[in-house]
């Protein structure tokens, strides 16, 4: 038996009753990482989220399948397969590995399905093909470029007018609207291609979400994930692509995960707080925080705040968390005492006030737990 919960759709901007496309079942897609690196504790935030999510539905009756994409085709990959003087496929090879291996040190479920760009270009050639029939794309020069005007609800998601929206993306010959985005990006030399109707190349790096969404899950998902960073242009351009290749709702609930934060105090004493990423030189490396700590203290650190909040990491982060994984487990030490006993109630009062105390939070804690976890997945409140 399913049980109901409420959650935050950053499309409507306030937490909704969840109500799934198919009683007792909910198809939930959240966007991968892009593998030309090893990842970092930011993006761990992301994985740790969705896994605990997973986890807490199927705990609650529900049917989940749960899809998670490789970008295994990108700029960045291309770059470093470059610099070293190898292939992308190697470069990709190497980090999805080394992913793997980062999900299973911090005890993370697999995904029921983790498609790659690479072996998805049929998906992603038919619907770059639905869409040009449809008039919601057109080629030039070689490559396919998205009509973003031709999608009236453009911006929705993330809250912009497409007239105010700034001019940046591609700069390339033959867009009839600066704001129009790469579907098919014609072959350049030294980069890998596939063919296409278009001529060869590759595809930009929004629509191989939504052709792999709609390979695994269909035409309408229940939720769609990710870091909040993600929903311009990525999501916006995936809703827009897909509801138009599709005639359909693409996704019912969008929930965005907060980003982790980077604190430095500066000589004046004041604290700045800047995104943490790879391509700001601040990112943190995630086997080096599980070659030192234990995955569950990074989980409490995790879960301690918000999923949607901003996270703040420090280097007493992970000390911190430890210390608070210690003391939950000090108490459960004490608790499993109690429960040894054939009076809990006789033992608790034997022990002093704090055990006491811990007995009645213990009974307490399935209810108060599920009350938090089922509004909005306040894990927050639920620790």
């Known amino acids: 038996m399913t049980a109901p919960f409420r959650l935050y759709n950053t499309r409507s901007r306030q937490v909704e009753a969840f109500e799934p496309l198919t009683p007792g079942e ?65 470069i990709a090879e190497r980090y999805i590995a080394s992913y793997q291996a980062d999900c299973e040190g911090l005890g993370l479920l697999r995904p029921d399905h983790e498609p790659r760009v690479s072996t998805s270009m049929d998906a992603i050639r038919t619907m770059i093909g639905d869409l040009i029939a449809a008039g919601n794309a057109y080629e030039a020069g070689g490559s396919v470029w998205f009509r973003v005007r031709s999608f009236p609800n453009y911006g929705a998601l993330s809250g912009q007018d497409i007239d105010a929206m700034a001019h940046g993306g591609d700069a390339e010959p033959g867009k009839a609207d600066p704001r129009d985005f ?19 190349g590759r595809p ?51 929930m965005h995960n907060g980003l982790l934060t980077l604190v430095q105090k500066t000589e004046t004493g004041n604290v700045l707080a800047a995104k943490m990423g790879k391509s700001l030189g601040n990112a943190f490396n995630l086997q080096d925080a599980l070659a030192q700590f234990p995955a569950e203290a990074l989980r409490m650190f995790y879960l301690q705040g918000h999923y949607r909040s901003p996270l703040p990491w420090s280097d007493t982060s992970l000390v911190e968390a430890l210390a608070m994984l210690a003391r939950l487990m000090e ?13 809990a109630d006789a033992t608790a009062q034997q022990l002093g006030p704090e055990a006491t105390g811990l007995l009645t939070l213990a009974r307490a804690f399935p209810n108060a737990l599920a009350a938090a976890l089922r509004d909005d997945f306040n894990t927050a409140a639920g620790l």
């Open 182 to 200: 790469a579907l098919w990006k014609a072959a350049k030399e030294g980069e890998p291609a596939w063919p296409s109707p278009w001529g060869p």
């Open 26 to 90: 909910i198809k939930l897609y959240v966007c991968g990482n892009t593998v030309y690196d090893h990842a970092h504790v930011g993006h761990a935030r992301a994985m740790m989220v969705f896994d605990t999510f997973v986890r807490w539905l199927r705990h609650e009756g529900w049917r989940v399948t749960f899809v998670r994409n490789f970008t295994d085709v990108d700029d960045k990959i291309i770059r470093r397969a470059n610099a070293e003087g190898v292939t992308a496929e190697v």
């Open 331 to 343: 108490a459960t030490e004490v608790g499993l005492t109690l429960a040894g006993e054939g009076d």
């Open 204 to 254: 930009g790096w929004h629509i191989e979400c939504s052709a792999m969404n709609r390979a695994t899950l269909g035409t309408t998902i229940d939720i769609h994930g990710g870091g909040l960073d993600l929903v311009f242009p990525h999501h916006e351009n995936e809703v827009a692509q897909s509801e138009c290749a599709n005639h359909a709702p693409y996704a019912r609930w969008w």
